[in-house]
């Protein structure tokens, strides 16, 4: 008999790393699916909040936040990729990408949490992202997106054009921040143990085998 677990995926739209964690969860899951019926809930985090509508060009965006120099961008963006090309996903950021705002495709991804459709949204929003170069702050591609996925498109662009749940979203994030997160992805199981960063798939299988294990007072070696 498979055992509960409530999953908070606590990330950005914008996170290369979070894509590689959700991939890497979700495999884990597939291995896990006779031990383990998971939920899992997304929850926001804004690695750029201030950003403009404009964007900014990724390679001066992460020389000025973190330091990085084009060559380790590049570097890194190599290492991303292979980890994406491992758990199935295809990266093709390069240097001429831009980093965006992400809040109201977080607005929508809490809509689509009432709606049953986060993670194909969640999904679908990093494809648009990373695979197809979009801009996760436009509204007509947030528009075009949700609807691909099955959400009404007409109640996604009254969303978009309104502040509905903007507060709501707000009120997350900060409850994660007032929790200890400040690096996406994190992943709290039964909210009380936490993953972080882009694990691989057997790092996830045997956290949450741990974690059901010790849910049932048992121990694993």
Same mark, same amino acid.
Request: net charge negative; glycine share 10%; hydrophobic share 40%.
């Given at each position: ?10 990330? =950005? ?5 979070? @894509? ?15 031990? @383990? ?25 992460? &020389?000025?936040? !973190?330091?990085? +120099? ?22 093709? +950021? =390069? ?5 965006? /705002? +992400?809040? =109201? ?12 459709? &986060? ?20 509204? #007509? ?27 709501? @979203?707000?009120?997350?994030? &900060? ?12 992943? @709290?199981?039964?909210?009380? !143990?936490?993953? +972080?960063?882009?694990?691989?798939? =057997?790092?996830?299988? #045997? ?13 694993? /070696?």
């Amino acid at each position: 008999m498979s055992s509960a677990l409530k999953i908070d995926f606590v990330s =950005d739209v914008s996170c290369p790393w979070c @894509v590689v964690g959700l991939y890497g969860l979700l495999r884990a899951l597939e291995i896990l699916r006779d031990e @383990v019926q998971a939920e899992i809930r997304f929850q926001p985090f804004e690695l750029n909040p201030k950003m403009g509508a404009e964007g900014q060009n990724i390679g001066e965006h992460i &020389q000025e936040k !973190y330091g990085s +120099t084009p060559e380790q961008s590049q570097k890194n963006r190599e290492v991303i990729r292979a980890r994406g090309a491992d758990v199935g996903f295809a990266f093709r +950021t =390069d240097s001429n990408s831009r980093i965006y /705002n +992400t809040f =109201d495709a977080h607005r929508l991804l809490h809509w689509a949490g009432e709606e049953g459709l &986060q993670l194909p949204l969640k999904e679908a929003l990093f494809k648009a992202y990373f695979t197809d170069g979009g801009n996760p702050s436009d509204h #007509g591609q947030l528009a075009q997106i949700a609807e691909s996925v099955g959400l009404d498109r007409q109640r996604a662009e009254a969303i978009l054009a309104s502040d509905e749940f903007a507060s709501d @979203v707000r009120e997350e994030e &900060q409850l994660w921040l007032s929790r200890g997160v400040s690096s996406v992805p994190t992943v @709290v199981f039964n909210g009380q !143990y936490a993953v +972080t960063g882009g694990q691989p798939v =057997d790092t996830f299988v #045997g956290a949450i085998r741990q974690i059901m294990s010790e849910a049932k007072g048992g121990t694993v /070696n």
